[in-house]
């Protein structure tokens, strides 16, 4: 065995992407299925949304979701609830919660 070593290939294939498939991922990334996405170009569901974290796309609805979650928590920053000895405030700020026991 002399000579040059063996060629190493990758099992998987690059994907070049044409600014045509950039600007349609750029629309419907988001609105239609990662899955859907990735048959259509060819490529696994990681891939693309490895191609479209490099663009710096992202999925509407999850962000729409967090944002949702972000304001309950804003608007429940504190409630009141009766036990069976007294009351329980509890505050919440950034990072924790603070609760407060009254006794009857």
């Given at each position: 065995?002399?000579?040059?070593?063996?060629?190493?290939?990758s099992?998987?294939?690059?994907?070049?992407w044409?600014?045509?498939?950039?600007?349609e991922?750029?629309?419907?990334?988001?609105?239609t299925?990662?899955t859907?996405?990735?048959?259509r170009y060819g490529?696994?569901?990681?891939?693309?949304?490895?191609?479209?974290?490099?663009?710096?796309?992202?999925?509407?609805?999850?962000k729409?979701?967090?944002?949702?979650?972000?304001?309950a928590?804003?608007?429940?920053?504190e409630?009141?609830?009766?036990?069976?000895?007294?009351?329980?405030?509890?505050?919440?700020?950034?990072?924790?919660r603070?609760?407060?026991h009254?006794?009857r």
């Amino acid at each position: 065995m002399t000579g040059k070593p063996p060629i190493r290939t990758s099992r998987h294939q690059y994907k070049r992407w044409n600014s045509a498939e950039i600007d349609e991922l750029r629309d419907l990334y988001g609105t239609t299925p990662a899955t859907e996405l990735a048959t259509r170009y060819g490529v696994s569901p990681q891939q693309l949304r490895a191609k479209a974290s490099d663009l710096g796309l992202a999925n509407q609805r999850v962000k729409a979701r967090n944002r949702a979650a972000q304001q309950a928590v804003e608007e429940a920053k504190e409630c009141k609830q009766r036990t069976a000895h007294g009351e329980q405030r509890i505050i919440a700020q950034p990072g924790c919660r603070v609760i407060i026991h009254t006794m009857r």
